[in-house]
């Protein structure tokens, strides 16, 4: 198993701005992910973050609007640029450890005002 | 294209009932499949994974079946709590991937 934490838990931001979430591992991991989830809405992958090279992104999602960085096996964070109401929403990291089974963080509520 | 459905109308049931949820998928071949139950403000949390050639897994009160024919997964709790009531997420996986994809979950209502 795997302990996720996040930072912020949440946040109330202005349209227009950026906020970085950080999501920390208790275990080294090769891959992390990123989701999203809308209300009433299921889980939706923004990208996977592999340390040591470029994140890759799912249809809909651009490197531009969430910059992801990687910058060792135990932590990443996850950019929401340029910020509209649109965007809130709740984000939520996960590692897969065993390729299979999914272990998430709390989640980070956004909401954009 | 492929889609995952679970019922949108939360599931009410007494409490010491068995509550039974459903996922039905179409273009899907799953190589598992997992259930995983999410509390409000909280992130989902892995309950049971089920592969594609075993028809059930049981773990304490959680019994999940697995029909590929059907493509129909039920997930059931015995004896149900008020402590049970969460949103349930059904997620399948592709054979080659690693990445599970999640239906819209289905909220569970035990009444004391």
């Known amino acids: 198993s795997a302990v996720i934490s996040q930072k912020p838990s949440r946040d109330i931001c202005q349209r227009g701005t950026s906020l970085t979430i950080q999501c920390q591992v208790d275990?080294?991991?090769?891959?992390m992910f990123w989701y999203r989830q809308q209300p009433g809405q299921s889980l939706t992958l923004i990208a996977t973050?592999?340390?040591?090279?470029?994140?890759?992104?799912e249809s809909g999602f651009v490197i531009d609007k969430f910059p992801i960085s990687r910058p060792n096996l135990t932590f990443s964070t996850l950019t929401v640029s340029n910020m509209s109401p649109e965007d809130s929403s709740i984000y939520l990291c996960?590692?897969?450890?065993?390729?299979?089974?999914?272990?998430f963080g709390p989640g980070t509520r956004l909401l954009v005002l | 294209s492929q889609k995952i459905e679970q019922n949108s109308e939360a599931l009410n049931i007494q409490e010491g009932k068995t509550a039974t949820l459903t996922c039905n998928y179409t273009?899907?071949?799953?190589?598992?499949l997992q259930w995983y139950r999410q509390d409000p403000g909280r992130g989902p949390v892995f309950l049971l994974l089920i592969r594609e050639n075993e028809k059930e897994k049981r773990k304490e009160r959680l019994k999940v079946t697995f029909d590929t024919t059907l493509k129909q997964s039920l997930f059931h709790i015995t004896a149900s709590q008020p402590a049970d009531s969460a949103t349930y997420l059904c997620a399948l996986t592709s054979g080659g991937s690693y990445i599970p994809t999640f239906g819209r979950g289905t909220s569970l209502i035990v009444h004391p």
């Open positions: 973050a592999n340390q040591g090279s470029e994140a890759t992104y």
């Open positions: 275990s080294q991991v090769t891959m």
């Open positions: 996960s590692v897969g450890p065993s390729g299979e089974t999914q272990y």
């Open positions: 273009n899907y071949s799953p190589a598992y």
